[in-house]
């Protein structure tokens, strides 16, 4: 069956979805903590919390259980490394445990933080400047999802302080959120999947500066997160999204696939575009028997604009 799909997609100027890195957590006491401020050893104390980009996951605080490597570096010579990939683990709340307590230089020259989430344990600086990172192409489940959820962040010139020192993150890939919609005669109490189809999973990322670099031409189907069947008080089905990375998309690339009972539903892209780093590409579709009706718009993570295109149902 063949179908028409009309998308329009605003761009809206924003900032990028911003993590900060929390955390006190660790198997002392308080009066340990404040005691160590005032030796030659100052204990490094960070703090986190979810200022913009509202997520469904990790709304105000990176989720309960997710691990991230910290790193730190003389800030006169990144490549003396003082702690290489340090696992710390988030609590959800604002906090965080690990496993190896960091100080402050001795002789108060300033350091650099960086940090990278999901933790990766080859990804070493002193070793490599940049690791390959890879999503998960089943984004069904939570920690599915978030293991996908790319994210960096780095301080320089960070003085000897007794205060919690931020840490704000940046969302390294590119989000797609979709709302489905029942058109005349769809009944969505059947919508069984949402895929991005064609895409690469895989991209390099530099440890220091966050910056990506191109790895790899395979391609994969990527299956998103929160597709359910309407229920009968739902007029549509929100919440569904999944994480790519920034890439370019070939015209006549077959990109959506929505599968409504034993339908699938295409979207085919009419012209080359690209997704970029930080990017959240909100969909609303409206799923009819005889097509598809599209429209977008961008929200937390950045901007878009206009498309439209030819999709085929099969």
Request: net charge negative; with cysteine; aromatic share 10%.
């Amino acid at each position: 069956m063949n179908l028409i799909l009309k998308q329009t997609k605003t761009f809206i100027a924003n900032t990028l979805g911003i993590i900060i890195l929390a955390g006190t957590a660790f198997s002392c006491s308080k009066s340990e903590i404040i005691e160590d401020q005032y030796t030659e050893q100052a204990p490094i104390l960070l703090q986190s919390r979810v200022s913009a980009g509202k997520l469904r996951l990790q709304t105000d605080q990176i989720e309960s259980n997710q691990k991230l490597g910290f790193y730190v570096t003389q800030a006169s010579d990144i490549n003396n490394v003082k702690y290489d990939n340090i696992a710390i683990t988030a609590d959800g709340s604002g906090g965080f445990s690990y496993t190896e307590r960091m100080y402050y230089p001795a002789d108060n020259s300033k350091v650099n933080f960086y940090a990278i989430h999901p933790y990766n344990d080859a990804a070493l600086l002193e070793q490599n400047e940049s690791v390959t990172f890879s999503i998960t192409p089943d984004q069904t489940t939570a920690n599915g999802y978030l293991q996908s959820d790319l994210l960096h962040a780095s301080k320089s010139d960070v003085s000897r302080s007794k205060d919690k020192i931020g840490l704000e993150f940046t969302h390294r890939l590119s989000k797609f959120s979709f709302t489905i919609k029942p058109g005349n005669g769809m009944d969505l109490s059947h919508l069984n999947a949402v895929s991005i189809l064609g895409t690469k999973p895989s991209t390099s990322i530099h440890i220091t500066t966050g910056n990506l670099q191109e790895v790899g031409n395979n391609t994969t189907e990527v299956y998103a997160y929160g597709v359910k069947g309407a229920s009968d008080s739902e007029a549509q089905v929100t919440g569904i999204q999944a994480i790519v990375v920034p890439q370019t998309i070939d015209a006549d690339t077959r990109l959506f696939k929505i599968t409504v009972g034993t339908t699938d539903y295409y979207y085919t892209t009419p012209e080359t575009i690209t997704y970029a780093s930080g990017y959240n590409y909100n969909y609303e579709l409206t799923i009819h028997s005889t097509g598809i009706d599209v429209s977008s718009s961008i929200t937390p993570w950045i901007n878009s604009e206009t498309i439209t295109g030819e999709g085929e149902a099969e």
